[in-house]
């Protein structure tokens, strides 16, 4: 339960808002676990949505706040990921599926087996780009040369990889950033 000088505390201090956003990002993250084990597509899609929001808010106070941030995330392999989640993150907001879902066996099977049988989420991949993320003709005309260099990086940095191992890696870099400078 909040106190009342909890709850009057000011949000708009710079550290005290990076600090919230990198618990959001936990909270988040621990809600993608709970939903993939659940094997919940609708809980999943609302978590990795949750997920990008917070990723990508707190490189945004990184751009704002703290200037050689852009050098080192250009250069670690970690920050690049964050190019590519900020075109799966627009995606999202475009209602395209970004994401596919895999299957595999649970451990421990025996033969024979009874039905139904149960299979666990093997992973989640970020989808082939392809063909499939189109935007409509007005959003085009006025997001083109961002669109591609956004997609571009998608390919580039995401495509194919693992959903809960990109997070990992883009949050790990990102709470360094904020150990460097807290």
């Known amino acids: 339960m909040m106190t009342e000088e909890e709850a009057k505390k000011d949000f708009s201090d710079p550290l005290r808002r990076l600090a919230n956003n990198h618990y959001a990002m936990e909270k988040a993250r621990e809600r993608l676990r709970v939903a993939i084990e659940a094997k919940d597509n609708k809980e999943i899609y609302t978590a990795i949505g949750e997920l990008l929001l917070w990723v990508l ?12 941030f852009k050098k080192r995330r250009n250069i ?23 994401y596919e ?10 033969f024979p087996f009874s039905f139904p049988v149960r299979f666990a989420i093997k992973n989640i991949l970020w989808i082939k780009a392809d063909e499939k993320f189109e935007l409509s003709k007005e959003d085009r005309i006025f997001n083109e040369k961002s669109y591609k260099e956004q997609l571009l990086n ?3 940095y995401i495509e194919g990889k693992d959903v809960s191992i990109t ?16």
């Open 101 to 110: 879902i895999h299957f595999g066996r649970s451990s421990g099977f025996t």
């Open 154 to 156: 998608y390919k580039r």
């Open 76 to 98: 670690d392999d970690r920050g690049q990921l964050l190019f590519g989640l900020r075109f799966a993150y627009n995606a999202m907001k475009h209602n395209m599926n970004f």
């Open 57 to 68: 808010t707190t490189e945004e106070w990184h751009w704002n706040h703290d200037k050689p």
């Open 167 to 182: 997070f990992d890696k883009a949050m790990e870099f990102l709470h360094e950033e904020y150990e460097r400078i807290k």
